[in-house]
């Protein structure tokens, strides 16, 4: 059981926008500590899409984008391509148990 | 570039111990904080800990205390991390990730090594 719940699955065709909620409490994302997203294509190390709630690192385009408000921040993909299938992930800070890095538990995106 | 490159895949029997390295190049070793993160077949990523390269400081998350060690050797810019008295349910790919955050409350990684496969098995 993962301290941020992700959807197990969300599903768009090509074209369309798609988004990946990640709830947290007030420990993580609620206290508040930034939230930030990796994208994981099959058989591939996690790659940084965001960070910071909403800023991209260099080269990831801008189709991808953060927000976070409260205790929940979310992942939004436009313009869904075939290459964008793949787990996504959130990340951020959590007090309760002595200070540690969370994730949540991945969200397989499928392009339909 | 910045890269991180990890020891192959190991294989071990329950109760042994194993250790995986990663060799940080591309960028000033001392200057990032490196964190380890799992991940069993089909599962999710898992945080493990980290490692500041400078003063050998170590956050173990309360899950692996007692059990991971996770060390530095500067001179060949190179993090290690062991688990100890492995069970089945360890059987995961292992990831070492530069920490790219301003502290440890902002932390975030970039980029992360290729994985090491470490199978538990009698």
């Known amino acids: 059981q993962s301290v941020l719940t992700q959807p197990p699955s969300v599903s768009g065709a090509p074209g369309q926008r798609v988004t990946i909620s990640c709830t947290g409490s007030?420990?993580?994302?609620?206290?508040?500590?930034?939230v930030h997203w990796y994208q994981q294509l099959p058989g591939t190390a996690p790659k940084l899409l965001i960070y910071?709630?909403?800023k991209r690192p260099s080269g990831v385009p801008d189709r991808f984008s953060g927000s976070r408000s409260g205790t929940s921040a979310s992942l939004a993909i436009t313009g869904l391509q075939a290459a964008d299938e793949a787990d996504y992930y959130c990340?951020?800070?959590?007090?309760?148990?002595?200070?540690?890095?969370?994730f949540g538990g991945g969200t397989k995106l499928t392009v339909l | 570039q910045v890269q991180l490159v990890q020891s192959g895949a190991e294989v071990r029997k329950p109760g042994a111990s194993v250790k995986v390295s990663c060799k940080a190049s591309?960028?000033?070793?001392?200057?990032?904080?490196i964190h380890w993160v799992r991940q069993a077949p089909g599962q999710a990523l898992e945080w493990m800990g980290w490692?500041?390269?400078?003063?050998?400081?170590?956050n173990y998350a309360q899950k692996f205390r007692g059990r991971v060690t996770i060390t530095r050797d500067t001179s060949i810019s190179t993090a290690y991390m062991e688990l100890s008295s492995l069970r089945p349910d360890d059987t995961a790919m292992y990831y070492c990730?530069?920490?790219?955050?301003?502290?440890?409350?902002?932390?975030?990684?970039?980029?992360w090594g290729q994985g090491t496969l470490v199978t538990v098995s009698s």
């Open positions: 990730a530069r920490d790219l955050g301003v502290n440890m409350i902002v932390s975030w990684f970039d980029p």
């Open positions: 591309g960028y000033t070793f001392t200057n990032f904080y």
């Open positions: 490692i500041n390269p400078t003063s050998g400081g170590t």
């Open positions: 007030d420990s993580n994302i609620g206290a508040p500590y930034h």
């Open positions: 910071g709630d909403n």
């Open positions: 990340q951020s800070y959590d007090t309760s148990l002595s200070g540690s890095s969370v």
